[in-house]
């Protein structure tokens, strides 16, 4: 109930800002002898703005009680708000005494004084530091988020992450709002009421990501659906960042980077990666995922799947088709059966599982996507369904024999990093494959010839 209350203030709070100016306007035009018959209407007005500004205190209070903004904001503006309520009671008494004299009067420009002040520290609780002064003396706020010549010796963090951070994520938790108790302009722990924002090392369960992958009209999605929305090459950076542990002092091409990410790095080196860019996000692993629709999964298969040790979660803002990672080793892939039709992305890197765990797999033919590194898979033939398939990761496998693999005509991304497959195969393997990109791992960020290289004098002789 205090909490209904508490979200009653942003109605509340307009109305003693109207009603007291209001008041303030037909009290000073009453002082013309052709106005006087305003003056009885001019004390109402003052009077029921004074109680509502009361109301507004009283909501207010409630409302900062719930952590969403920055607390010394809220201190100046509560402060302010108290002295206005007061200030306009003391007008109200002494307009009702008929004592509209001098100090009456010096009163009223107090009661707007407070008001203008009142009113500034609120918009920028909820709107950033500024919002009263916007557009006069400031150029509006451009976004961050530019080429970057020389990716590879950028620090990944102040050159991509942030930028991108703050043209998505500032409005609502940095500065005077940080909603939810979450500051995420702040270079410390992001934590807020919900706890940790993200898990270094584990983007897929990081709140962060879970937040921006929801449907557009979850209430719980980030951005809100009424504010701009991060593109896919920029989702796919933060996500990249994570998994590589959340670095804020390395460079990007200290962080491995498979083709996909290389792509979506190149998209952010030409400036093309956020919404202003000429091209949008170039091909970022997603473009191959069904453009036909599917109906929603079953809500009692996807919590078998989280009972099961899953986290599963849209592909892309509104869409059916699901992926599903195991964060951990509790997963049982017999739940599997149950998604199916949606399933077109699936991560089981490091679990415990062996051949004939792929039979559950085999039933998925729209999977896309799979992952099955440092698993304990030694035989594959429980693959060939999968006619769909177009990236598949081994690596740290058992797999020798890829022979099964041939049946997979959409077959484009082959990750073979720490298998048993043979080097002196290589050759056969690729005239075997010659439409699919053959992986033995070593791979890093490419140097691209626009790059920087600085070039240092050895050290004179001693």
């Keep these: 109930m205090l909490s209904l209350a508490g979200h009653l203030h942003p109605t509340l709070v307009?109305?003693?800002?109207?009603?007291?100016?209001?008041?303030?306007?037909?009290?000073?035009?009453?002082?013309?002898?052709?106005?006087?018959?305003?003056?009885?209407?001019?004390?109402?007005?003052?009077?029921?703005?004074?109680?509502?500004?009361?109301?507004?205190?009283?909501?207010?209070?409630?409302?900062?009680?719930?952590?969403?903004?920055?607390?010394?904001?809220?201190?100046?503006?509560?402060?302010?708000?108290?002295?206005?309520?007061?200030?306009?009671?003391?007008?109200?008494?002494?307009?009702?005494?008929r004592a509209f004299g001098n100090l009456a009067?010096?009163?009223?420009?107090?009661?707007?004084?407070?008001?203008?002040?009142?009113?500034?520290?609120?918009?920028?609780?909820?709107?950033?530091?500024?919002?009263?002064?916007?557009?006069?003396?400031?150029?509006p706020i451009a976004p961050q988020l530019a080429a970057v010549p020389d990716i590879g010796n950028a620090n990944v963090y102040t050159a991509l992450v942030e930028p991108v951070l703050h043209d998505n994520c500032y409005r609502c938790h940095s500065g005077g709002h940080v909603k939810g108790g979450l500051d995420l302009s702040k270079a410390t722990a992001w934590r807020g009421k919900d706890g940790l924002a993200i898990q270094p090392g584990n983007a897929a369960a990081s709140e962060l990501i879970k937040r921006l992958l929801l449907p557009l009209d979850d209430?719980?999605?980030?951005?809100?659906?009424?504010?701009?929305?991060?593109?896919?090459?920029e989702i796919a950076l933060l996500r990249w960042w994570?998994?590589?542990?959340a670095p804020r002092d390395k460079r990007v091409a200290d962080l491995r980077a498979d083709s996909a990410m290389t792509t979506v790095l190149t998209a952010f080196k030409n400036g093309t990666a956020g919404p202003t860019g000429s091209t949008g996000p170039a091909n970022i692993a997603d473009s191959a995922y069904p453009k036909e629709t599917v109906f929603p999964a079953k809500q009692s298969a996807i919590k078998r799947l989280e009972a099961a040790g899953a986290l599963v979660l849209p592909i892309a803002?509104?869409?059916?088709?699901?992926?599903?990672?195991?964060?951990?080793?509790?997963?049982?892939?017999?739940?599997?059966?149950?998604?199916r039709e949606q399933l077109v992305s699936l991560k089981c890197s490091f679990l415990p599982i062996g051949d004939n765990d792929l039979k559950s797999i085999a039933g998925c033919t729209h999977l896309v996507r799979l992952w099955l590194d440092h698993t304990n898979i030694k035989n594959i033939n429980s693959l060939q369904p999968l006619i769909n398939l177009r990236y598949l990761n081994l690596t740290a496998t058992a797999v020798s024999d890829l022979t099964p693999l041939k049946t997979l005509p959409q077959l484009k991304e082959l990750y073979l990093y720490q298998t048993h497959v043979a080097r002196n195969d290589w050759s056969v393997l690729q005239s075997t494959f010659p439409h699919t990109k053959l992986d033995s791992g070593g791979y890093g960020l490419p140097f691209i010839p626009t790059d920087t290289a600085i070039v240092r004098a050895p050290p004179p002789p001693k």
């Design 14 to 97: 307009h109305l003693p800002i109207g009603i007291l100016l209001l008041g303030l306007f037909m009290e000073w035009m009453a002082l013309k002898p052709a106005y006087a018959a305003w003056r009885p209407a001019a004390h109402m007005a003052i009077g029921v703005g004074a109680l509502m500004a009361l109301l507004s205190c009283i909501t207010g209070f409630i409302l900062s009680k719930s952590g969403d903004y920055d607390a010394t904001t809220v201190t100046v503006h509560q402060w302010l708000a108290i002295s206005l309520t007061i200030v306009a009671f003391i007008l109200y008494a002494m307009v009702r005494g």
């Design 105 to 139: 009067r010096v009163i009223s420009v107090l009661v707007l004084a407070l008001l203008i002040l009142t009113g500034h520290w609120g918009g920028t609780l909820t709107h950033g530091p500024g919002y009263l002064t916007a557009g006069i003396d400031d150029a």
């Design 219 to 233: 209430e719980h999605h980030m951005s809100p659906k009424d504010k701009p929305q991060p593109t896919k090459a």
């Design 242 to 245: 994570i998994d590589a542990g």
């Design 317 to 339: 803002q509104g869409s059916n088709y699901l992926e599903v990672s195991f964060p951990n080793d509790t997963g049982r892939l017999d739940a599997l059966a149950d998604i």
